[in-house]
């Protein structure tokens, strides 16, 4: 929603100063210059990625357009689940969870938090080290460099597809230069027509430069730096996840090791310690 909110102020301010300067709107309206830079800029984007890169970037970018899913609520919801889970395993043994991490949409525990087992990544990311803890043959030290690598491929993915909608939006006011000069060039072949026509002409040709940059800077660049957001976002959450079972595993209580991940959180999604308390007690009561 904010994505469009701001391009409708990028548009407001851009067109209306220009209206408000005495310019015509409609000399603006060029769609010979927006098909070749759009066109052209469509092609590099083609050529300068490959099939993953393409399809991650196409998956990435209606995204932008939806409010971060990471909110205090899904922090909270998580850091509970774990809660949940480290006291039965401290109650039970590790061995009592081992039914829930291998099925978790059917496990009494996960069922109460639906948002996380709607997020198939997050939810095999937490079974899958929650297993590694079941099966007692790997240690913290090694437990945590795996969950590093891990989290190091998961961020590096995911800059993919703010990196190429970068890559984009520097080439646009290039291709708007590139529009330009063709547009140059039909006004000099055409240098035979009376002063009006040719002012027309490269009024035209200067249109394309501007529009090169508007969509560059007003449009597509500030998508990548959206898409960077989001990927830092979804690396938080699972840098939660891992300092909160690397406590466990050093021997922390389950609220001393909640605590950890809940100390690890953005200030802007942090509940403080009551209130997170009283979500796990909440949650435990349903």
Avoid at 13 to 25: E, I, K, R
Avoid at 199 to 220: Q, S
Avoid at 265 to 274: D, V
Wanted: proline share 4%.
């Amino acid at each position: 929603m904010l994505v469009i909110v701001g391009y409708v102020i990028i548009l407001v301010s851009v067109f209306g100063g220009f209206a408000l300067a005495g310019g015509h709107l409609a000399s603006l309206w060029q769609p010979v210059e927006l098909l070749m830079i759009g066109g052209g800029a469509v092609g590099a984007f083609i050529v300068g990625n490959n099939t993953k890169a393409l399809k991650a970037t196409m998956k990435a970018f209606p995204t932008v357009f939806k409010g971060s899913k990471y909110t205090r609520a899904l922090y909270m919801d998580v850091l509970a689940l774990l809660f949940e889970l480290l006291t039965k395993i401290r109650k039970e043994g590790l061995m009592s969870i081992e039914a829930d991490v291998d099925n978790p949409e059917s496990s009494p525990l996960f069922s109460k938090y639906p948002t996380i087992l709607a997020d198939h990544h997050l939810i095999e990311f937490l079974t899958d080290y929650l297993r590694l803890m079941v099966s007692g043959s790997m240690n913290a030290f090694e437990i945590e460099n795996l969950m590093d690598n891990e989290i190091e491929t998961h961020h590096h993915e995911g800059e993919i597809p703010a990196h190429v909608i970068a890559k984009l939006g520097d080439g646009l006011p290039a291709f708007g230069i590139v529009a330009a000069v063709m547009g140059v060039v039909h006004t000099m072949e055409s240098v035979g027509l009376p002063p009006s026509e040719l002012g027309i002409l490269i009024a035209a040709a200067l249109v394309g430069t501007f529009l090169g940059i508007l969509l560059a800077y007003g449009f597509v660049g500030p998508l990548a730096g959206l898409l960077e957001q989001k990927g830092h976002e979804a690396t938080k959450m699972l840098q939660t996840i891992k300092v909160t079972l690397l406590a466990s595993i050093n021997g922390y209580a389950p609220a001393i090791a909640v605590e950890f991940g809940r100390k690890v959180l953005y200030s802007t999604e942090r509940p403080s310690f009551s209130e997170l308390e009283e979500h796990v007690k909440g949650a435990k009561s349903r």
